[in-house]
C-alpha cells in the first residue's frame, strides 16, 4: 500500500456550520433517467411521470445534462473562491444495466452526495439507499474515500440493502399519488422494514444530537443501525414532520448556526419534544420566505423548498442560489452574508447546493448545543 501520511483531522465534522474547509461537490456526467419503478414512483412527482416513461433508461437530454453540470460547476467555482477545497467523484457510466440476486436496474447519477454519504466526526459512512436505481452509486466515491482513509478517516459502509421485493411494501397503490399521501401521513410507506435503509440527507447534524426522520428511502431499521454504530457518544432523536412526501430533512429543519434553525412553513415540526428541546436549549424557529425557482426548471423530484437547502460556510456567510431573491434579503436581514452562485439547473437532477455536496472538514469539535 501506498505510504500513508496519517492526520485523524482530514475528515472532521460534526455540524452544518462550523467554518468549511473541504467537501465534496457532486457530477452529473453519465447521468442517467431512472426507470420509473414502483418506488421510484412514489418518489417522481406525477407531473413529470411521462418524462421518466419517456427517457427511463436513457441519459438526461444533452442539454438539461449540460446545464447541470455548468451549475455544479459554478458552485465549485464559488466554494473555491471562498477558499473552501472541493474535491469531485468519479466519472461512473450509469447507463449500465446491472443484476443482482433480486432485480436488474440501470443507475441515477452521483449529483447528490448528501443522501450516499454522511461525515461525523472523522468517519465517512456510506448510506445503505433504497432505490434500486442508486445500488452503486457509491462506486462515484470511492477513489475520493479511499485517499481520506489513507490519511486517517475512519470508512464505514452501512449493510447494503439487498433491494428484493420485501424491501418495498407491494400493495402500496403507488399508481393513486393521492392515496399514497394519505398513507404516508398515517406512517406506511412504500420501502418496509425487511433490512434497514437510510439515506444519509434523512439525518441533520447537531454535535452530540442528530435529528432523524422516517422518510420515503430511511426506515425504522436504518435508523437503529445508525443509532448504534454511533454509540453512547450521540443522542439520535427521531422527528417527525408533516410532509405527505417526506425525504431529507434539508429542505425541512436547517440549521443556519449554533442556536438558529429554519422551519419549512408547509412541512411543521410535529413532535412537541423537538420543539420543546429547541426552545429551551434557546434555539431561535425561523420560517424563511417560499421558494421561488424559475418556472422554467422542471422539478422532477423536489419541492420549490430546494430554496432553503443552503450550504453555511460558517455561522456568517450562506451559499444560495443566485435567483432566489426573497430568500437572498431574507439572510441578509439576518445579518448573514449570502454568496450566491447560478444552481438553478441542477435541480431537476434531484436536488440543491446541500444535497449536491457533503461536507469532509469543518473547523470544530464535538459538542452539545442543547439541554436534552
Ligand atoms: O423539498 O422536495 C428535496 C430534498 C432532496 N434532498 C423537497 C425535498
Given at each position: 500500500m501506498a505510504?500513508?501520511?496519517?492526520?485523524?483531522n482530514?475528515v472532521?465534522?460534526?455540524?452544518?456550520?462550523?467554518?468549511?474547509?473541504?467537501?465534496?461537490?457532486?457530477?452529473?456526467d453519465?447521468?442517467?433517467?431512472?426507470?420509473?419503478?414502483?418506488?421510484?414512483?412514489?418518489?417522481?412527482?406525477p407531473?413529470?411521470?411521462?418524462?421518466?416513461?419517456?427517457?427511463?433508461?436513457?441519459?438526461?437530454?444533452?442539454?438539461?445534462?449540460?446545464?447541470g453540470?455548468?451549475?455544479?460547476d459554478n458552485?465549485?467555482?464559488t466554494?473555491e473562491?471562498e477558499?473552501?477545497v472541493?474535491?469531485?467523484?468519479?466519472?461512473?457510466?450509469f447507463s449500465?444495466?446491472?443484476?443482482?440476486?433480486?432485480?436488474?436496474?440501470?443507475?441515477?447519477?452521483?449529483?447528490?452526495?448528501?443522501?450516499?454519504?454522511?461525515?461525523?466526526g472523522?468517519?465517512?459512512?456510506?448510506s445503505?439507499?433504497?432505490?434500486?436505481?442508486?445500488?452503486?452509486?457509491f462506486e462515484?466515491?470511492?477513489?475520493?474515500i479511499?485517499e481520506?482513509?489513507?490519511?486517517?478517516?475512519?470508512?464505514?459502509?452501512a449493510?447494503?440493502?439487498?433491494m428484493?421485493?420485501?424491501?418495498?411494501?407491494?400493495?402500496?397503490p403507488?399508481?393513486?399519488p393521492?392515496k399514497?399521501?394519505?398513507?404516508?401521513?398515517?406512517g406506511r410507506?412504500?420501502?418496509?422494514?425487511?433490512?434497514?435503509?437510510?439515506?444519509?440527507?434523512?439525518?441533520?447534524r447537531f454535535?452530540?444530537?442528530i435529528?432523524?426522520?422516517?422518510?420515503?428511502?430511511?426506515?425504522?431499521?436504518?435508523?437503529?443501525?445508525?443509532?448504534?454504530?454511533?454509540?453512547?457518544?450521540?443522542?439520535?432523536?427521531?422527528?417527525?414532520?408533516?410532509?405527505?412526501?417526506?425525504?431529507h430533512?434539508?429542505?425541512?429543519?436547517?440549521?443556519?448556526?449554533?442556536?438558529?434553525?429554519?422551519?419549512?412553513?408547509?412541512?411543521?415540526?410535529?413532535d412537541?419534544h423537538?420543539?420543546?428541546?429547541?426552545?429551551?436549549?434557546?434555539?431561535?424557529?425561523?420560517?424563511?420566505?417560499?421558494?421561488?425557482?424559475?418556472?422554467?426548471?422542471?422539478?422532477?423530484?423536489?419541492?420549490?423548498w430546494?430554496?432553503?437547502?443552503?450550504?453555511?460556510?460558517?455561522?456568517?456567510?450562506?451559499v444560495?442560489?443566485?435567483?432566489?431573491?426573497?430568500?437572498?434579503?431574507?439572510?441578509k436581514?439576518?445579518?448573514?452574508?449570502?454568496?450566491t452562485?447560478?444552481?438553478?439547473?441542477?435541480?431537476?437532477?434531484?436536488g440543491?447546493?446541500?444535497c449536491?455536496?457533503?461536507?469532509?472538514?469543518?473547523?470544530?469539535?464535538?459538542k452539545?448545543?442543547?439541554i436534552?
Amino acid at each position: 500500500m501506498a505510504k500513508m501520511i496519517k492526520s485523524p483531522n482530514i475528515v472532521n465534522s460534526f455540524n452544518e456550520w462550523d467554518p468549511l474547509e473541504e467537501i465534496i461537490v457532486g457530477r452529473v456526467d453519465g447521468a442517467v433517467v431512472p426507470y420509473l419503478t414502483r418506488e421510484f414512483k412514489t418518489f417522481a412527482k406525477p407531473e413529470y411521470w411521462e418524462f421518466f416513461k419517456q427517457y427511463g433508461g436513457k441519459p438526461y437530454p444533452k442539454e438539461m445534462l449540460n446545464k447541470g453540470k455548468e451549475a455544479l460547476d459554478n458552485l465549485q467555482k464559488t466554494l473555491e473562491d471562498e477558499g473552501v477545497v472541493v474535491k469531485r467523484p468519479e466519472v461512473i457510466d450509469f447507463s449500465k444495466t446491472y443484476k443482482t440476486l433480486y432485480f436488474e436496474s440501470c443507475g441515477f447519477n452521483s449529483g447528490n452526495v448528501r443522501d450516499c454519504l454522511m461525515v461525523i466526526g472523522n468517519e465517512i459512512i456510506e448510506s445503505s439507499m433504497a432505490y434500486r436505481c442508486r445500488y452503486f452509486e457509491f462506486e462515484a466515491y470511492r477513489e475520493l474515500i479511499k485517499e481520506y482513509f489513507k490519511k486517517g478517516a475512519k470508512w464505514t459502509a452501512a449493510p447494503k440493502c439487498s433491494m428484493s421485493n420485501e424491501l418495498y411494501d407491494q400493495d402500496f397503490p403507488v399508481d393513486d399519488p393521492k392515496k399514497c399521501e394519505e398513507l404516508i401521513l398515517s406512517g406506511r410507506y412504500i420501502t418496509t422494514e425487511f433490512e434497514p435503509c437510510f439515506d444519509a440527507a434523512d439525518f441533520t447534524r447537531f454535535g452530540r444530537d442528530i435529528l432523524v426522520s422516517r422518510s420515503l428511502v430511511t426506515n425504522n431499521f436504518g435508523i437503529e443501525w445508525m443509532r448504534r454504530h454511533l454509540g453512547p457518544e450521540y443522542n439520535i432523536h427521531v422527528v417527525r414532520f408533516l410532509d405527505n412526501s417526506p425525504m431529507h430533512m434539508d429542505t425541512t429543519w436547517v440549521p443556519i448556526g449554533e442556536g438558529r434553525v429554519l422551519t419549512c412553513p408547509d412541512r411543521p415540526c410535529l413532535d412537541k419534544h423537538i420543539l420543546d428541546m429547541f426552545i429551551r436549549s434557546k434555539w431561535e424557529i425561523i420560517t424563511p420566505p417560499a421558494g421561488l425557482c424559475p418556472p422554467e426548471i422542471p422539478l422532477h423530484l423536489t419541492s420549490r423548498w430546494l430554496s432553503m437547502n443552503i450550504l453555511m460556510l460558517d455561522e456568517n456567510r450562506v451559499v444560495v442560489e443566485a435567483s432566489e431573491e426573497p430568500t437572498i434579503k431574507f439572510f441578509k436581514n439576518l445579518g448573514l452574508k449570502p454568496i450566491t452562485v447560478d444552481f438553478k439547473h441542477f435541480f431537476p437532477f434531484g436536488g440543491g447546493l446541500h444535497c449536491s455536496t457533503c461536507d469532509i472538514r469543518r473547523k470544530g469539535t464535538l459538542k452539545s448545543y442543547f439541554i436534552n
